[in-house]
């Protein structure tokens, strides 16, 4: 019996995770943890009855607690409550699916507590991969990738030398406005942005791939997953969402993973790595599909993805900087206090006024954070 804790367990991720241990009834759920919504958290807590669980909102965690009086579980709260789920003894294996830079320290102290990762939270490669690759190797733990592009890639990588990697290619939608200029995003509003054409996902994550912002923190995470430079990583577009990635390697072949858009295919592929378990659902029929595409992305329309290469290739405090605004201005767009538009001129504008330092600490990475917030901030 495996057993595994879950960080943002409420969230798109988080569910899926919890579906999959649902069908397969051979994983323990030892801890959960999420930010607000203490309705799901209660049934999850009834459900998959984990010693302990977090919540990030301490009252929330109060009500929480009443809720489940009759219930032999530990309520905790807070960034403390996080790592004490992060690193309780019966787990085997730490699910982080939480989003932004909350994931960071968790997954530190994960590892130093020598968890297994099985990675969806991709701002903490984004912003201290440096950090975490190594600390992973020198634990002796596994990072296993839940990105579908990144478990795409990992997948495509099983029995090859890792040293004969010409290439990553990298696919995209090109989300809900593949084809349009920016003249035509101008008035773009919240409800347009979140109808991805593919993909059902959480709201910043979807937002994110409107811009194909999300496709630039992905390419920095790559970098770091899978040990390439930024510059190996090609980004393509592929509209059906079929192809999930591929990786092109020095004699010229090609190997790529495909499966139809369905997130619990790499979430029960890091969980059962390297098993290959039944998986209900659909599946891809070719003779149906007919034919795929392939299309250049548009980084002059989308040029928040030649920010990303930007900051990927300068490194340092820069991929924060790139992360940090973009979760804020995101946030702002959603809570319809700024354009479209904005979201990446914001990140532009906060990069352009940093100044970078290189191979920061895990302290100097959150005072950049800190710093890209309260410069947004100040634009009000």
């Not at 409107?210 to 970098?223: H, Y």
């Not at 040029?303 to 790139?322: K, Q, S």
């Given at each position: 019996m495996k057993k595994i804790a879950v960080l943002g367990s409420t969230g798109s991720i988080g569910t899926q995770t919890l579906e999959v241990v649902r069908e397969n009834k051979d994983i323990e759920v030892t801890g959960l943890a999420a930010g607000s919504n203490i309705k799901l958290l209660e049934e999850q807590i009834r459900e998959f009855k984990p010693r302990l669980a977090a919540v990030w909102d301490k009252e929330k965690a109060k009500e929480l607690r009443i809720k489940l009086s009759d219930f032999d579980v530990e309520i905790v709260c807070g960034m403390e409550g996080l790592l004490l789920v992060a690193v309780m003894e019966e787990a085997e294996m730490l699910v982080t699916a939480v989003v932004g830079m909350i994931g960071i320290r968790p997954t530190i102290e994960a590892i130093n507590a020598g968890k297994d990762i099985a990675l969806a939270n991709k701002e903490t490669l984004v912003t201290a991969g440096h950090i975490i690759m190594p600390l992973a190797e020198k634990k002796g733990v596994s990072v296993f990738p839940v990105d579908s592009e990144h478990s795409a890639i990992f997948q495509s990588l099983q029995g090859n030398d890792k040293k004969a990697v010409q290439k990553i290619l990298l696919t995209a939608s090109g989300g809900p406005f593949r084809g349009k200029t920016q003249e035509e995003l101008l008035d773009i509003r919240v409800e347009d942005a979140l109808r991805h054409p593919n993909w059902a996902m959480g709201r910043k994550i979807t937002i994110d791939s409107?811009?194909?912002?999300?496709?630039?923190?992905?390419?920095?995470?790559?970098?770091w997953l899978f040990d390439v430079e930024v510059d190996q990583v090609q980004v393509v577009v592929q509209p059906q969402s079929i192809i999930h990635s591929m990786v092109e390697y020095a004699d010229g072949a090609v190997i790529a993973q495909l499966g139809t858009p369905d997130m619990k295919l790499p979430v029960q592929y890091a969980l059962y790595y390297p098993d290959r378990r039944y998986l209900p659902g659909e599946r891809v029929d070719f003779w149906k599909l007919g034919k795929l595409e392939f299309e250049k992305p548009d980084?002059?329309?989308?040029?928040?993805?030649?920010?990303?290469?930007?900051?990927?290739?300068?490194?340092?405090?820069?991929?924060?900087?790139?992360?940090?605004?973009?979760?804020?201005?995101?946030?702002?767009?959603?809570?319809?206090?700024?354009?479209?538009?904005?979201?990446?001129?914001?990140?532009?504008?906060?990069?352009?006024?940093?100044?970078?330092?290189?191979?920061p600490t895990l302290e100097q990475i959150l005072e950049t954070e800190k710093a890209t917030y309260e410069r947004i901030e100040s634009r009000r």
């Open positions: 409107s811009t194909m912002v999300n496709k630039g923190l992905e390419v920095i995470e790559a970098k980084t002059d329309t989308f040029y928040g993805l030649e920010l990303a290469y930007e900051a990927g290739r300068r490194g340092g405090t820069l991929p924060t900087v790139f992360n940090a605004a973009n979760e804020l201005a995101v946030k702002q767009f959603l809570n319809h206090e700024i354009k479209y538009l904005e979201i990446v001129e914001i990140i532009e504008d906060c990069m352009s006024a940093h100044r970078n330092i290189p191979n």
